[in-house]
């Protein structure tokens, strides 16, 4: 913490102390690496008594050199190899149909390696817990299945997408757990591991220094990518104008930048709007 002003410091600890489990870069703290906790979560949420977390993983970055990389919140692993994806949201857009769909396609996409057979994916959860009850239909779950449209039938391709309704918060175990996901102090929280871990980030001397080190890199790091995102943007215009001009390749141009032609030739459709 030698590189954080005192005042600066201060700040970060008032803000933490405003933080619930619906802040993601803080809920991820929570439970990064906490088996016993992400394990609690889920067996409450899927309501399921036999199940061994054996990993947990806090803002995993998925690199996807051909489209939309993604920062997951949390990564989970059980001892039956089942993956999950819980994610947190605050705002409503968060949490739409379609970023859930491609969530769950990158838990496919980053598990299967080139001559693995298709049977070899694993089952997989993707997990929105919002803070709102995004469907407006009351629903404490809201858990998505695909199915035959034509009799109702599973298509049990051993893919599931569940939304957590925050605003329930009735005297069930999903409710209480909802609660504790809303409350500022552990001390008024239902569940004492929760409690425990969350009074460790706000109250606790080496905590605190953890939380407030995380925010600061956190910071840095988004003015980084948001350098290198405009360096990025600037050398793809660079070249579009050098296709335009006669003067390079689609190709060439796609093999400089790292990307498909079919990628290349869509930026240069929309940079033509």
């Known amino acids: 913490m030698e590189s954080i002003s005192e005042e600066r410091r201060q700040k970060l600890i008032a803000k933490i102390q405003e933080f619930c489990l619906f802040d993601d870069d803080f809920m991820s703290k929570v439970f990064e690496d906490d088996k016993e906790a992400t394990e609690l979560l889920l067996s409450i949420i899927l309501k399921r008594t036999d199940l061994t977390v054996t990993e947990s993983k806090g803002?995993?970055?998925?690199?996807n050199l051909q489209g939309r990389s993604v920062r997951l919140d949390?990564?989970?692993k059980d001892k039956a190899g089942k993956l999950y994806n819980i994610e947190v949201q605050r705002a409503d857009g968060g949490a739409c149909e379609k970023?859930?769909?491609?969530?769950?396609?990158?838990?496919d996409t980053n598990f299967l390696l080139p001559k693995?057979?298709?049977?070899?994916l694993p089952e997989t959860y993707v997990i929105f817990i919002t803070e709102h009850d995004v469907f407006g239909r009351n629903l404490p779950l809201y858990t998505i299945e695909r199915t035959v449209q034509e009799d109702g039938v599973i298509f049990d391709d051993k893919a599931h997408i569940?939304?957590?309704n925050g605003e329930n918060k009735d005297d069930t175990a999903?409710?209480?757990l909802m609660q504790d996901f809303s409350c500022k102090v552990p001390e008024n929280m239902n569940y004492e591991l929760l409690a425990e871990k969350t009074k460790y980030f706000k109250q606790d001397d080496k905590g605190v220094s953890k939380m407030c080190k995380i925010m600061e890199d956190l910071r840095q790091e988004g003015r980084l990518e948001g350098r290198q995102e405009g360096r990025l943007e600037g050398k793809l215009l660079a070249y579009i104008d050098l296709i335009k001009s006669g003067l390079l390749t689609v190709k060439d141009a796609a093999l400089k930048l790292g990307m498909t032609e079919e990628k290349l030739k869509e930026q240069i459709r929309t940079s033509a709007i």
């Open 174 to 176: 999903l409710g209480k």
């Open 162 to 164: 569940i939304y957590v």
């Open 116 to 120: 693995m057979d298709f049977e070899q």
């Open 99 to 107: 970023r859930a769909r491609y969530y769950s396609a990158v838990l």
């Open 74 to 76: 949390i990564k989970a």
């Open 59 to 63: 803002q995993v970055s998925v690199k």
